[in-house]
């Protein structure tokens, strides 16, 4: 039953509008949700920054000792917190957190877009290899 | 190009119908062994029924963990099937080269730890719903549309961590020192408080206000008894009266979480634990603050979805350094702490089943390793414990028979996946290391000192601070030992040419003739080459040490530095399991269990390898990879 109320469930979503965007080069991961305010918008975007500022922030050390009990991610790797993305770099999971040159392997951005006529937030992750920027492909995205 | 869609959805709707599913659960630090802890006799016996229906189902036998034999390095090994070598978890915390020793590059149960992608990942990809419970490097989340609630000191989301609030006693807070804090850096988690006298309705009182993260919970401490003679022996909190060894009910609570400059409220729960007062008015009090939250959720819903149905969380017992081990009364603290993490591990593990269907279930709980390393079991129960003879048998016995009850527990929740699963379900029990006794501590820094390879002072406060200009040899946890002729100061670059090789072999041989002065034993089994150690112990080069200093069983390694540059130092802990060789101490062996489609029913004669668990089972889902170890062939039908 629950496989054919996901069937409807698409083919609904495919008739509605979405956000519109070339071809992605690159992995692309769009979420949407639908009936949100500006307002609230802002605060689901501000949780997530919240979440991946804490993620970088100067630590404790796992297994502390009297030496080894503070964790501290490189400037070179912090990420660019804008109002409307965060730049990080990721791992080969594509989670954030990479603070090392051998575990970095993407340059992600995690962004907004909010479409005030349809009330609908998108939240998009997008994965370029570390060397490229996956900030023209986020601009270039746009409210149908 | 709708209609492609409904054709491709058809397709996917019939092979999700015949898709296998996996729940895998993984309790922290439980050991199985053939001599002591003999977890499949003790099912056999019918302590363990659920144990008991996998083993008459499925495969079962013993499983080895990798070197340095903790959590983040085995979790990370089970879940890639390869060693540290190729995903990159050598230890906890981690150092590499370009970046100073005084600080820890890499945090080992971190996800972005890891340079290969985890079982749940590709699972993920593979099109499965997958589902996370307190597992060890899955934070900061790495699954886009499955389930993952909280990890362990992954550095993500707001922590509230229990805390014990201790009447005022300059003599205990100057011991007991940094140990009263969070990793011995962070908040703390034991404070010390004063009071005020007080009345509490007609009662004498003493009143206290217990502040911790942007809270204040105002507690008077009182005399129930109306008589002549003032006998403190109550606590009201929040309108509720706990005597010693009582809990409240949860009370709702707003916290404070600071990230940076922001200060963020978070709406919560805490429960009260008395668990000393004295009639001087001395008290213990302990607040344990629900472990899950929506920024240890994602997606963010799921924290009040748990909570709701399931209860506020109580993920695992005490903390590191473990603060339930001062006082005879902490004893039945932690055991009652335990046994409710234990049931809210067994009620969430039904809930998640139930409420969001995953195909794939990964749980973890901290509890047996909690117990198994903390003060009150383990030097009792293994022979190998120093403090094995100073109990007598009936002492001995309900020791075990409270090690037996967390057993118990543990089989409950696998009684909760097992009548869940069906006969697509491959069940798996497995876990990351053992744990043997604690006899001695060895403080590798104070021997660098004595040989004039370490320069530090203490300060003010008795805390170390190190010439790293002028010191060329250091211990950093776990197993590392950091080596440069000409100073360990700034960035580290790992070092060469002959004054670096004479100076390694001068500081082997130094760690290979180190001996106990009381017992003589000598606590260093090898210190390997940075060079040697993909060879010897699988570890990558990358992350680790000049030397890599493995112990024998009964001895742990710490960095503490001391004035007296003692070496060895009694514990009060009698549980451990870092830097130890696996395969030749069987304390630190772990149980294997797996039954379901392609499984058949038999029991392993020799113990695997971690790295064969996730080989078998990708086997089993008929998945082709490249790990290191192998498919256990004599398991499937």
Redesign the interface.
Known sequence: MK??S??LF??IA??LPWLVYDLPPHPL?VDSTEGISAEDARILQE?TI??????Y?N??????????????C?AEFQPVITDEYVLAY???????????H??AKYRTLIGWKYCEELKTLYAI?YHTPKNESPIPFFESMRCP | M?YA??VL??L??CQ??QETKVYWFVPDGMRADPDVFTVFDWAEQGHLPNIKRMMGEGAYGYSIPTFPS?T?TNFATLFTGVYPDKH?VA???MH?EG?P??????????????????FW?TMEQDGKHVALLSMPGST???L?KGITVRGR?G????DFHATIFQQEDNHTRYERG?GSR?????PPLTKYVNSTSANWTTHKAERTVLSQYGANVEVYVFDSVDDEETRFDRVSIHGQTLAEGEASEWIPITLT?Q??E?R?PVETSFQARVIKIDPSGWFRIRLFYNNIN??LTKP?TTASELTHWVGPMVDFVDN?PPQLIFYPEDRQAFLDEAHASLDWHRKAAGYMLDAYDPDVFIHDIYTPNQMLTSRWWMGYVDPKGVAYDTINDQERDQKWQEVLSMYKKLDDVVGEMYKRADDNTILVLSSDHGAVPLNKWVRL?NLFAQKGWLHFTLDENG??V?DWERSTV?Y???AHVYIHPDGLAGNWTRASGPKYRKLREEVRQALLSLEDPFTKDRPVVAAYDWERVPQYLSLPT?RVGDLVVVNEAGFGW????SEDRKIFTTPLKTGYK?AIIAHHEPGMWTPFIIMGPGVRNTKLEKPINHVDQYTTIMALLNKSVATDGRVLHEILE
């Open positions: 496989y054919w996901s069937l698409l083919l495919c008739s991961l949780q919240t979440g991946i500022r804490a993620a922030a630590e404790l050390s796992p297994y502390p000792g009297q030496l080894s009990n503070e964790l501290e490189s990721s791992t080969i999971s594509k989670g954030v957190g990479a603070c090392t051998d575990t992750q | 709708k869609w409904v959805l058809l996917l709707a999700q119908e903790h983040p990159g230890d906890g915390p590499v970046r020793l005084n600080k820890v590059a890499v945090g080992g149960f971190s996800s972005a730890a890891k340079k290969v992608s985890p990942v900061p989340p790495e886009n000191w550095g993500w989301g707001a940094r969070l990793f011995f850096f962070g979480w990230v940076g922001s963020i929506e920024h963010t590191f820094n805390e170390p190190i250091v950093l946890k776990m990358d710490n960095e503490e530095m870092q």
